[in-house]
């Protein structure tokens, strides 16, 4: 009888490596060096620094600051390496200008307008910078894709290219995205998993702050932020974003004000929220949220209303982070609550308490993380009370901060709202 080849034959002529697979243990350790952005903030949300060889997106709404940014970036860069700057959208006279009028440094700056992937990857090549960026990732067309540029398949595979590019020449590469609503442009989000990392540049563009928010890092935490302020000479880092938030708007007496010391990735920030609710007598109630979940406002009021017997469901809710931030953390529920209680009571809270604390559906309060580094910054500020949960406290050092410990949203709100 004839013997039958083994299944799977044809793979016998693969030559493998011989030296793969490879032990953990045997894998170079050792921390790559990251190259500072000379821009802290943005060092800060990247992790420390720029990694050679990574791919970086920036995505963000129109007219937010990506390219001022990235121009920023690209010229303190410049100043111990070679920087490429390709950019699909502006002249180069328009960079020029920008540079400029921004009083850059800009001699190490190589500029292209292109938006040809084939010619990109040529001057990625004949310059072999140590940082690219790709201003922006909708505006560039790979030659073999024949879809439209922006469309899904073209910027999957612009972007597969230009990680190619970076992990074989160990250039950085740093990616602009724009942020789209229409489902048929691919915004950022399609790119997501396929770089190391992602961060969105956020702010009200009727103001001056922007945040820089790590979504997502392959070599650092996220939600970690880095603070900006739009000013004529460009993007101005905020050192100390606490001490500007409260000095911008005195602390206010009024009722539905309360201020919160959120930590949003590593750094504790006071901020200040603010509701109001008033009754209306005709039509669905309006409910509006600025800087925090609207969902988790839904869910808060209900926990009011069901708990605390606040009665508010007929009400008209606004509620608004003053600044401009974006509140993520659960741990500010009980500030969305006592904001929400001050202006339905018409009472307000001790302007110089902060309260913190997470609010669960049976009404109880719950503890946070870090409570000592938030109470620290509180009184590192000046305030000198603090409403915190129960549980979770421990021995802490705050000489100048009295602590109010309650276990419940009805004891937080007896406490707060004495007057
Ligand atoms: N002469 C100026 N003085 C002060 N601020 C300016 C000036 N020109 C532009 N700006 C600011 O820069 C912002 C635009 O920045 P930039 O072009 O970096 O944004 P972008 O996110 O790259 O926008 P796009 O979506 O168009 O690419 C403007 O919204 C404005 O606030
Ligand atoms: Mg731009």
Request: contains cysteine; aromatic residues 4%.
């Amino acid at each position: 009888m004839e013997e039958k080849p083994p299944s799977g034959n044809s793979k016998s002529k693969l030559t493998l490596p011989t030296d793969f697979p490879k032990l953990l243990s045997q894998v170079d350790m050792a921390e790559e060096d990251r190259y500072p952005t000379g821009i802290n903030e943005l060092d800060r949300v990247l992790g420390g620094g720029v990694v050679p060889g990574s791919l970086v997106l920036i995505g963000g709404d129109p007219g937010i600051g990506k390219s001022t940014l990235l121009l920023q970036a690209a010229s303190s860069l410049s100043t111990s390496g070679k920087v490429l700057y390709i950019t699909g959208e502006e002249s180069l006279r328009q960079v020029g200008l920008r540079a400029g009028r921004l009083g850059l440094k800009t001699n190490e700056i190589y500029l292209a307008c292109e938006t040809n992937l084939e010619y990109i990857s040529e001057y990625i090549k004949k310059v072999s910078p140590r940082v690219a960026v790709v201003d922006s990732i909708q505006t560039m067309v790979h030659p073999d894709v024949t879809s439209a540029p922006g469309s899904v398949s073209q910027v999957r595979e612009v972007t597969a290219k230009l990680m190619h590019h970076a992990k074989e020449h160990g250039t950085s590469i740093f990616i602009v995205g724009h942020v789209t609503k229409e489902g048929t442009i691919a915004g950022p989000r399609v790119l997501e998993h396929m770089v190391d990392t992602v961060l969105y540049f956020e702010g009200d563009r009727h103001q001056s702050f922007r945040v820089l928010r790590t979504v997502k890092n392959r070599f650092g935490s996220t939600n970690e932020l880095g603070i900006f302020e739009m000013q004529g000479q460009g993007l101005v880092e905020i050192e100390n974003p606490s001490a500007m938030f409260m000095a911008r708007h005195p602390l206010s007496t009024a009722p539905g004000s309360v201020v919160v010391p959120s930590i949003e990735g590593t750094r504790p920030l006071l901020v200040e929220i603010q509701a109001l609710v008033s009754s209306n007598s005709y039509g669905v109630p309006r409910r509006m949220t600025t800087g925090v979940d609207h969902n988790r406002v839904a869910l808060i009021m209900a926990v009011l209303e069901k708990r605390v017997g606040m009665r508010m469901g007929s009400s008209d809710a606004y509620v608004n982070v003053v600044g401009g931030v974006r509140l993520l953390e659960p741990a500010v529920d009980l500030a969305v609550a006592l904001s929400l209680a001050s202006s339905f009571r018409d009472a307000a809270v001790p302007n110089d308490m902060v309260v913190v604390g997470e609010v669960g559906l049976t009404g109880e309060v719950r503890p946070v993380t870090s409570l000592e580094r938030r109470l620290k910054e509180a009184e590192g500020m000046g305030f000198k009370k603090a409403l915190v949960p129960c549980t979770g406290i421990k021995k802490m050092s705050l000489p100048d901060v009295q602590l109010y410990s309650i276990d419940t949203l009805v004891e937080a709100i007896e406490v707060a709202l004495q007057g």
